[in-house]
């Protein structure tokens, strides 16, 4: 199980309140476990990443282990606490602003 934390606004939309958990097959990659994210919670599909390119949307950041890794490649493996599912995975919403 890949768990996952969700920023305050996807929680709502997703319509869940804390981390959530999701069965990813084969390669635990960022891409793979948005995947899992967009098909469990067909509501978030566009929010994350763009559904044409995949790029990650700006203001939205993913981070594992205290790391950024909002700009390693979407097939680069996560870190083996995240895919065991002994750390999270986050995705972030970003603040702009000065």
Not at 24 to 51: F, N
Not at 84 to 98: K, L, N, Q, R
Request: proline share 9%.
């Amino acid at each position: 199980m890949i768990r996952v934390v969700l920023p305050a606004h996807l929680k709502t939309l997703a319509h869940v309140e804390r981390e959530i958990e999701l069965e990813v097959t084969g390669q635990v990659t960022q891409r793979s476990v948005i995947d899992a994210i967009e098909a469990r919670y067909p509501v978030l599909r566009g929010t994350i990443r763009d559904p044409t390119t995949q790029k990650r949307r700006p203001y939205v950041r993913f981070f594992a282990c205290e790391e950024d890794l909002s700009h390693e490649p979407p097939d680069a493996l996560l870190p083996e606490p995240v895919a065991t599912g002994a750390e999270p995975y986050h995705v972030v919403g970003a603040i702009a602003g000065g």
